[in-house]
């Protein structure tokens, strides 16, 4: 891999890497763009194949989040940090610690949280080290477990994609099917249960399922079959890039709307799925709950004015089909349009100089 050229064709900032061999932490901090603000991505620990593929991803997770946050209309910038390993076997305090410190080596640059794979638990330990970490337990005056906030944003959003397709919201009787019932999708599958909706769902991990079906009345099906079922809504919760050569051809759902990052494998994905009449809900801009909720921290947190923040989610994907409409291009384009238009509006009124530069996160 070309390092630098992969860092040129994005216009990516900064990646650090973390190395402690005391604790055994391999890290990777990805700062794609800061020009809104402070870089605000959550942490993902995983068994990486390769290194390659661990750079990858932190990668492409901070460029999400750049957009993410400009669509969503916060004042940050985009980031994301993947820590090398399996999370349930190679977490320890000093490894979060040790990574809590090259946090705070970076000043604020960079600001962590959540992601698959780390807990509250594990960021209270990063806060130990730093304050640039959000997402830590609420005795600490922090919004805790950003999941649920991720999957009532995800399910508005899924609500406002659905009026687009069938012209109504209402999710009741619909059948959608959700791929990967952790943190996030299990709420998601709480809402849409108390909806009316009838869920489909997989997962690998077979405790994750039995507590779909036994709390939601799902019914479960295997892990490649999920993307052929018969479906109104194809909710993709788990990791990325399943929008693919396999899986377009059999997608039966009109609406593909779920919580994952990175659910385009690649671009031109995309512009298949919106050329087949496809309802693609962007990711960055559906799953923007949990940044919203912890980005609220910055402010000191105030649950009802994050929610009500996490609400503009329905209008944001609303919007993103207006444009999609109006301009006829797919719907990520859409979305990529609107968040590019708002770091370059921004950008121009910020050109002016400021000594301590922005007053809005300084602590
Ligand atoms: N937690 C949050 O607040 C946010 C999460 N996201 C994204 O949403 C997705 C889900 O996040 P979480 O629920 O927090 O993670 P999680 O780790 O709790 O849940 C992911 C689930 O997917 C399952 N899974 C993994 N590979 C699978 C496969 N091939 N087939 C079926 N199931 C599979 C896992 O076993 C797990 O149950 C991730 O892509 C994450 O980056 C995005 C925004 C915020
Ligand atoms: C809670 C968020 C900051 C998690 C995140 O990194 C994301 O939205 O992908």
């Not at 209270?124 to 922090?142: K, Q």
């Not at 990967?180 to 709420?187: F, K, L, P, T």
């Not at 912890?294 to 919007?319: C, G």
Request: proline fraction near 2%.
């Amino acid at each position: 891999m070309q390092i630098f050229d992969y860092l040129q064709r994005y216009d990516y900032e900064q990646l650090l890497f973390c190395q402690d061999e005391a604790s055994g932490l391999r890290a990777i901090i990805a700062i794609h763009d800061t020009t809104l603000g402070p870089a605000l991505g959550g942490t993902r620990m995983w068994t990486y194949q390769t290194e390659e593929d661990a750079i990858i991803d932190a990668l492409r997770l901070a460029r999400g989040m750049t957009y993410k946050a400009a669509a969503a209309g916060l004042n940050l910038g985009g980031g994301k940090a993947v820590i090398l390993g399996d999370p349930r076997k190679d977490k320890s305090e000093e490894m979060f610690r040790a990574f809590g410190r090259y946090i705070q080596g970076l000043n604020g640059r960079y600001i962590t949280a959540e992601d698959v794979g780390t807990t509250v638990a594990d960021m209270d330990m990063i806060h130990l080290e730093t304050n640039y970490v959000t997402g830590v337990s609420p005795a600490f005056g922090s919004s805790g477990n950003p999941s649920p906030v991720t999957a009532y944003g995800v399910y508005r959003g899924m609500k406002a994609a659905a009026k687009v397709a069938y012209g109504t919201d209402n999710l009741s009787g619909k059948v959608v099917a959700v791929q990967g019932v952790g943190n996030v999708a299990y709420n998601l599958c709480r809402h849409l249960h108390e909806e009316g909706a009838h869920l489909i769902v997989t997962d690998i991990n077979e405790e994750n399922v039995n507590r779909a079906v036994n709390d939601f009345g799902a019914k479960a099906v295997g892990v490649h079959e999920i993307f052929s079922v018969e479906c109104d809504i194809f909710a993709p919760c788990a990791l990325g890039a399943i929008i693919n050569d396999d899986t377009i051809p059999v997608i039966k759902a009109k609406v593909i709307a779920g919580a994952a990052n990175n659910q385009l494998k690649e671009e031109r994905h995309g512009d298949e799925i919106h050329q087949k009449g496809l309802i693609y809900a962007p990711d960055y801009v559906i799953n923007a709950g949990g940044l919203i909720n912890v980005a609220d921290e910055l402010h000191v947190y105030n649950r009802e004015r994050a929610m009500k923040k996490v609400e503009t989610i329905y209008d944001n994907i609303t919007k993103v089909f207006e444009i999609s409409a109006r301009d006829n291009i797919a719907s990520y384009k859409a979305a990529d349009r609107m968040a590019e238009e708002r770091i370059a509006r921004l950008a121009k009124s910020q050109s002016t100089f400021l000594r301590d530069g922005k007053s809005v996160y300084s602590k």
